[in-house]
């Protein structure tokens, strides 16, 4: 069901687009909107993991990093089925992942040392398996086209004023009022499209690390974190927010149309009705364990960084 309703937000940011080429110059306009449209989406897709990271200053890590991210991330890659993706740190307090990437051959998760310092290994984990989520479910990909879209659609609005079509289509007022409407409905659009698939990428991400509540748990600690620690990349780069497991920028109490973000609340009560029917809830150990308890598939014998 979530495809479906992602697939029809896509056709409206789509549909949004073409009929703001159409009022800015008829049938025509609406062609040249496609055209700019593809040529945008296309180079955007093709550069996103490179942009973005470059704009958080993520640093990547090898494999045998002392913190064990790597290994971590390879394990859980291979219980979701996909190739191993690149993984970066970025030097921030507040903790926080994303992932980026146009398809799953060219992925990266990105995690924060806040993250590092502020959740245990099960946390961790579920952190991690919820970013290759997005990557299996090619989110990444997704979110990339809906915010190209919608800084298309901005653009074509502010070009409103400029363009004889609209004002003889619509008036003065009518296209002052399609400058300001057309830019919120697509983000409103893209924010819709972006907490349909966070809530997607919990029940994927929880089934790939084998444990909800590991999930749960950091959701809890990290939306805690964003809501007092700053990101000042994120806050520089206001666009990218809607990448992060947690909106970096603050947090929101309820599934608003303006937030890029669900409910963390929400989120969790989700993540718990899936613990539910397999195990009592536990409470979550604070310390590191001494032995990842992170389930494996397929043959491989290569151990993870906590066994």
């Not at 687009?17 to 110059?25: I, P, R, T, V």
């Not at 496609?34 to 955007?44: G, H, K, P, S």
């Not at 980026?100 to 579920?126: C, F």
Request: charged share 15%; glycine share 8%.
């Amino acid at each position: 069901m979530s495809y479906v309703k992602t697939a029809m937000l896509m056709a409206a940011m789509t549909a949004l687009f073409m009929g703001l080429g159409y009022l800015l110059g008829g049938a025509g306009g609406a062609m040249i909107a496609l055209v700019i449209a593809a040529a945008m989406n296309v180079y955007t897709w093709w550069n996103s993991d490179r942009m973005i990271l470059r704009m958080h200053n993520a640093q990547p890590l090898e494999p045998g990093d002392r913190m064990g991210i790597y290994a971590l991330t390879a394990d859980l890659a291979r219980n979701a089925g996909l190739p191993e993706p690149k993984v970066y740190l970025i030097d921030t307090p507040q903790p926080n992942a994303f992932a980026t990437g146009r398809n799953p051959d060219n992925a990266a998760v990105a995690v924060t040392t806040g993250l590092m310092r502020s959740l245990n290994r099960e946390e961790l984990a579920g952190v991690i398996a919820h970013e290759l989520a997005h990557i299996r479910n090619r989110d990444t990909a997704i979110m990339t086209v809906t915010a190209t879209f919608a800084g298309a659609i901005s653009m074509l609005a502010n070009f409103a004023l400029f363009f004889g079509g609209s004002r003889e289509r619509l008036g003065l007022v009518g296209t002052l009022l399609m400058m300001i409407l057309a830019p919120l409905a697509a983000a409103l659009v893209q924010m819709a499209i972006s907490r349909t698939r966070e809530y997607a990428a919990d029940k994927a991400g929880a089934e790939i690390c084998g444990h909800p509540m590991w999930l749960a748990s950091a959701l809890e600690k990290i939306a805690s974190g964003a809501a007092r620690i700053d990101n000042h990349a994120a806050e520089r780069n206001p666009a990218t927010a809607h990448m992060f497991i947690i909106n970096p920028l603050h947090a929101h109490k309820h599934d608003s149309l303006f937030a890029t973000h669900p409910a963390t609340e929400n989120r969790i009560a989700a993540l718990r009705s899936m613990d539910a029917p397999s195990r009592p809830a536990r409470p979550v150990q604070e310390k590191p364990l001494s032995q990842s308890r992170i389930p494996r598939t397929g043959k491989s014998s290569r151990r993870g960084p906590w066994t």
